[in-house]
């Protein structure tokens, strides 16, 4: 089976929900969760399809730039489906599902770096899906970190918009914030151990960048959370933070990652 069809496919499942979310905010009513989780869950079994018809082939499992993209997104979009049925996040996939959209095609159709397939122990596989899954969760942060500025902004200017009036309470928001922070820096201590554990040497021509990228990210996040129980930290401090540490992050992985693929071409 060819990835075009579950990739067109899923683009328009995450396009038609990012407009019903949308336009259902825009009347200012409460959309239809089930509906929403369900079309979501749809285009993310597209989405994962796609993704492994591209990925996994006989010279083992291909990430470049566009598909490590698309894994991210398609993670994040699970994580926050998952946390749908437990807590008030459904407002976080307005952001979410436009992201896949974006992902799937450009997984699709831009052209691939020159990143070689990766057929390695279990070990180091495990330490790629620990990452992934920690960017995922940390991303969600950065997100809820968004929403909580714009709904901050927008009450203390009393015009809040359709979108904030369905948003839960401004402390409830922040206590979410926290809890994928949390969650998020967990994952990237597992990652950051485990590449310690099973990578040979860490700090190689090819991931000297990455590796002190994502411990500087490691410290930003680890004081973030130090301050917030030690201190209370809160609002505009939690989010510049945040954003410090995640533009950190991607730089670590998606920087790092542009250069060699599109630039050096190793």
Sequence with gaps: MHPLLPSLAAACLYAGAALYQGLRLQQRSTSNKRLLIALG???LLLHGSSLFLQMFDASGLSLDFFKAAS???AAVILLTLLACARIPVENLLLLLFPLGVITVLLAQFMPSGTTQAINEAP???AHILLSITAYGMLTIAVFQSLLLLLQDHQLKHKHPSGLIKNFP???TMESLL???LWAGWALLSLSLLSGALFISD???QHLVHKTILSCFAWVVFAVLLWGRH???WRGHKAIRWTLAGFCLLMLAYFGSKLVREFILHI
């Design 123 to 125: 070990g180091i596989i």
């Design 169 to 171: 309470p401004l402390q």
């Design 202 to 204: 860490l700090f190689a």
């Design 230 to 232: 030690q201190l209370g």
């Design 71 to 73: 894994l991210i997104a």
């Design 41 to 43: 869950t749809l285009a």
């Design 178 to 180: 926290f809890s994928f």
